[in-house]
């Protein structure tokens, strides 16, 4: 097929890899302009999807948004047979959702109607749901309401957002490329009415550690936020990320240091912290970082 691909993120890369596995021809990748970023965040850095739509020889569109005329003519030109969108981070106004033959197909990480919206993956381990999923979803104009074609289910278990992220990844990069398969004739069907949620883009705050939550919701937050932004606490007047912990049978004060080896009392429960990052330093374990950043029992985490 006659394809254009819209992405943004790495989650987007392997289903632009497994469409030109595939044979089809892909003739534009869509993708967010470079924002600044790099170690001082003020040069700027192409998106992964461009990144690697380069490497492959892809011509790279990056327009700031896709309201205008111009910007949709330039769009219906390419004479696609279908977009294929993974995380792309716009949304696709009504001439470009009808501009390819076969309509826009979306690579949603989530099982629709369930967790509609930008953060799919990280709210579906916040909220402790036991699976998500994939779905292959035909674009309509709502956010995310198209009838989906084809949908895959993975559980969830212990894993990070980053790893859940990563496996996704892969399951929606083999799913559209059966979908594609025979998509002219491929029933979709509508999403029900009932389980609508919505997964709404995380706001940084959200990653600071609540240790008056019981000890099941801060492990969550752990694993929704890493790696990025990494879950945090204050002490001392630092700020202090987690990226991994795991579960205790300790109680104590919510929000105490219990003992030498970095377990923290929540509300309920407690939770031991395993791999830890303090500001401008690399990734430790947590018995490697109180050799030279004393955090005693009794001290209370903010």
Not at 48 to 64: K, N
Not at 179 to 203: C, F, N, S, W
Request: net charge neutral; aromatic share 4%; proline share 7%.
């Amino acid at each position: 097929m006659r394809i254009v691909f819209m992405g943004t993120p790495e989650f987007a890369v392997p289903v632009l890899d497994a469409l030109v596995e595939g044979g089809h021809q892909v003739v534009a990748a869509y993708t967010q302009p470079p924002r600044p970023g790099g170690r001082r965040g003020r040069e700027l850095v192409a998106s992964p999807v461009q990144r690697r739509a380069e490497t492959l020889g892809i011509a790279v569109q990056s327009p700031e948004r896709l309201r205008g005329a111009e910007e949709q003519a330039a769009f219906a030109a390419l004479d696609a047979d279908v977009a294929v969108v993974a995380a792309y981070g716009l949304i696709l106004p009504p001439p470009v959702l009808a501009a390819p033959r076969h309509g826009c197909l979306n690579v949603h990480a989530s099982l629709l109607p369930r967790w509609r919206g930008a953060a799919p993956i990280q709210r579906a381990i916040l909220a402790g749901d036991a699976e998500t999923g994939v779905c292959i979803m035909q674009m309509a104009a709502g956010l995310d309401t198209g009838p989906v074609l084809l949908d895959g289910r993975v559980p969830i278990g212990g894993k990070t957002a980053g790893e859940l992220t990563a496996e996704l990844a892969l399951l929606g990069a083999a799913m559209m490329v059966e979908t594609l398969l025979d998509l002219p004739h491929r029933l979709a069907a509508d999403q029900p009415g009932e389980g609508v949620t919505y997964a709404a883009k995380i706001d940084k705050a959200e990653a600071r550690l609540d240790f008056t939550g019981s000890a099941d919701r801060v492990e969550r937050q752990v694993r929704a936020f890493a790696p990025v932004p990494g879950a945090w606490f204050e002490v001392a007047g630092e700020r202090v990320k987690v990226l991994a912990a795991e579960l205790v049978e300790r109680s104590g004060e919510p929000g105490h240091v219990l003992d030498g080896a970095l377990t923290i009392a929540c509300r309920e429960g407690a939770i031991r912290l395993s791999l830890v990052q303090r500001a401008g330093r690399g990734v430790t374990t947590a018995t490697e970082m109180l050799r030279g950043f004393a955090i005693p029992p009794g001290t209370r985490l903010a």
